[in-house]
Structures are given as structure tokens and as C-alpha cells.
């Protein structure tokens, strides 16, 4: 009678167990699936001040880091990385509220990621150009009367529309059999992490900068040499006459136009948002 007492007690003890057990288990899964059921606020960009409390990545020392500089409340909201690509990567990591970046280079990555999406209509548009050292005036002269004869015979945009719209890859300039390059070299400055305008495929740098600057070295009667470096280091590369100009999706801006001069604009652009969708 007594055994069958605490085999009686034994049993429901296992019970009350297996019963809070379950319970427990219930309320986990409960939290769970409210956990599953919270997902992150949208990001929201309409103006630029909308950004102003964010935490945006950009390529170090390009347009997007100048203008969201003067926007957020607090520069530790800057994350500056050396590469676009590196900016991105954080933006798909949850690091980042958004990346500002060109539009151009934006569309490349946003066509390689199914998480990704842009804002357009935030920023005014921009001018491209071709950078050379402050004061240099018979270069910028030059390289202008050059950019001018590609304009005119439809080099130029046939070059850009290469690398964008609806005819990528129709045409592909090459130096002209016969080109007279008996005046040397001139070096172009440029930071190879900005497709289409300038990146790598293979050995090679390749994009719209880097054709537009062979054409009218072609035309001058210049080989071309590609120094790549970080964007940062171009304006002072060739400010210290390390190299002749600087080509790498450059905005002209009152600031830059302190310590270089610019050749005519070859394209328009503009910064655009990357955020999460």
C-alpha cells in the first residue's frame, strides 16, 4: 500500500513536469512568433533632410559624403568606407540606415542584390569632369578643343552609352590604327571602384573615364597611363603634379574648384539613396 502511495506521487510529479514543460515550451513559441512577426521600419527618404538623423555610408571624399555631411545632426552618422561596394555591403549587413552614392554605380549594385532598392529625387543634378592641376590653363585648353571634336562626332556618346541604357555594349572605343603618340604620356589619377565610369574587369581598368580619357589623349597625341588610388588621393595627385589630371565620376563643386581646375562637363549625374526594401 505504501510503494503503491509513492508510485502514485512519483507519476504525478512527472506529470506536473511534463505539464509545465509544455507551458514553457507554448509560451517560447509565442515569443517566437511574435519576434517573427516584428520587422524593421522602413526608411523613409523624401528630402534631403529626412537623412539627417540617419546613419549613411558613402565612398570617401565623393559628392554623397560632401553633401550628407552638411545634412546629418552628428558626423559620427558618416560611415566613410574606401570602396562604394564596401558602403553597400554594411547597407545588406543591417550596419547602415542607407548608402548616398551616383546613380550610375548605384543601378550596378542594386541590379546584383534582390534586398536592395533606390530613392531618386532627393539631390540636384551634377556636372562630370575632368580635373587638372590649379593654373594649368594650356592643359585644360587642350583636353577642352578634344572633348569638343568627341562631342561633335558622336564619339562621346557613343562611348557613354557603352556602359548605360539600352545599347550597353554596342560600342567599345579603340585608339585609331595609326595614332601619332610622339608627345609622351599623360598620367590619369582614378579610383577604379566606380562601375561604369571606371573599374576592374580582369588585368584591365576599363569604363566610361577611361575611354573618354584615351580618346582625347589619342587626339593629342598622348599615350594614356591609369594610376589607381583611392578617390581621396586623386585632387591631391594632382595638385602635387604626380599626375596630370584626375577622371573618376568627379563632380565640379566650389570647394574642389579651390584647388583644381576643370575641363568642360562631358555628362551629367546625380546622387541617388540606396536603402533596404
Given at each position: 500500500?505504501?510503494?503503491?502511495?509513492?508510485?502514485?506521487?512519483m507519476?504525478?510529479?512527472?506529470?506536473?513536469?511534463?505539464l509545465?514543460?509544455?507551458?514553457?515550451?507554448?509560451?517560447?513559441?509565442?515569443?517566437?512568433?511574435?519576434?517573427?512577426?516584428?520587422?524593421?521600419?522602413k526608411?523613409?527618404?523624401?528630402?534631403?533632410?529626412?537623412?539627417?538623423?540617419?546613419?549613411?555610408?558613402?565612398?570617401?571624399?565623393?559628392?554623397?559624403?560632401?553633401?550628407?555631411?552638411?545634412i546629418?545632426?552628428?558626423d559620427?552618422?558618416m560611415?566613410?568606407?574606401?570602396?562604394?561596394?564596401?558602403?553597400?555591403?554594411?547597407?545588406?549587413?543591417g550596419?547602415?540606415?542607407?548608402?548616398?552614392?551616383?546613380?550610375?554605380?548605384?543601378?550596378?549594385?542594386?541590379?546584383?542584390?534582390?534586398?536592395?532598392?533606390?530613392?531618386n529625387?532627393?539631390?540636384?543634378?551634377?556636372?562630370?569632369?575632368?580635373?587638372?592641376?590649379?593654373?594649368?590653363?594650356?592643359?585644360?585648353?587642350?583636353?577642352?578643343?578634344?572633348?569638343?571634336?568627341l562631342?561633335?562626332?558622336?564619339?562621346?556618346?557613343?562611348?557613354?552609352?557603352?556602359y548605360?541604357g539600352?545599347?550597353?555594349?554596342?560600342?567599345?572605343y579603340?585608339?585609331?590604327?595609326?595614332t601619332d603618340?610622339?608627345?609622351?604620356?599623360?598620367?590619369?589619377?582614378?579610383n577604379?571602384?566606380?562601375?561604369?565610369?571606371?573599374?576592374?574587369?580582369?588585368?584591365?581598368?576599363?569604363?566610361?573615364?577611361?575611354?573618354?580619357?584615351?580618346?582625347?589623349?589619342d587626339?593629342?597625341?598622348?599615350?594614356?597611363?591609369?594610376?589607381?588610388?583611392?578617390?581621396?588621393?586623386?585632387?591631391?595627385?594632382?595638385?602635387?603634379?604626380?599626375?596630370d589630371?584626375?577622371?573618376?565620376?568627379?563632380?565640379?563643386?566650389?570647394?574642389?574648384?579651390?584647388?583644381?581646375?576643370?575641363?568642360?562637363?562631358?555628362?551629367?549625374?546625380?546622387?541617388v539613396?540606396?536603402?533596404?526594401k
Open positions: 500500500m505504501k510503494m503503491r502511495k509513492i508510485l502514485s506521487a507519476l504525478a510529479a512527472v506529470c506536473v513536469c511534463m509545465t514543460a509544455c507551458g514553457s515550451d507554448s509560451g517560447n513559441n509565442g515569443g517566437s512568433g511574435d519576434s517573427e512577426k516584428e520587422e524593421t521600419k526608411i523613409e527618404v523624401t528630402k534631403p533632410e529626412d537623412l539627417a538623423d540617419l546613419t549613411i555610408g558613402v565612398q570617401q571624399g565623393t559628392t554623397g559624403d560632401l553633401a550628407c555631411s552638411d546629418v545632426k552628428a559620427s552618422q560611415k566613410r568606407y574606401p570602396k562604394g561596394a564596401a558602403a553597400v555591403q554594411a547597407l545588406e549587413a550596419k547602415l540606415d542607407c548608402v548616398v552614392i551616383d546613380a550610375q554605380p548605384a543601378s550596378k549594385f542594386v541590379e546584383k542584390s534582390d534586398d536592395l532598392e533606390i530613392i529625387g532627393i539631390f540636384d543634378d551634377e556636372q562630370y569632369a575632368i580635373c587638372i592641376k590649379k593654373g594649368n590653363t594650356e592643359l585644360v585648353d587642350k583636353m577642352n578643343g578634344a572633348l569638343g571634336e562631342k561633335d562626332d558622336g564619339t562621346l556618346d557613343k562611348i557613354i552609352a557603352n548605360i539600352d545599347n550597353t555594349g554596342s560600342f567599345q579603340e585608339t585609331p590604327d595609326g603618340h610622339s608627345n609622351g604620356e599623360l598620367v590619369m589619377a582614378t577604379a571602384e566606380f562601375e561604369p565610369y571606371e573599374y576592374h574587369e580582369g588585368d584591365e581598368i576599363i569604363g566610361i573615364d577611361v575611354d573618354i580619357a584615351r580618346a582625347i589623349c587626339k593629342l597625341g598622348y599615350e594614356l597611363k591609369i594610376e589607381d588610388m583611392e578617390f581621396d588621393s586623386i585632387l591631391p595627385a594632382v595638385e602635387a603634379g604626380k599626375a589630371f584626375g577622371a573618376a565620376g568627379m563632380t565640379v563643386t566650389d570647394e574642389r574648384k579651390e584647388n583644381a581646375d576643370f575641363t568642360d562637363t562631358y555628362t551629367n549625374a546625380t546622387q539613396v540606396i536603402i533596404k
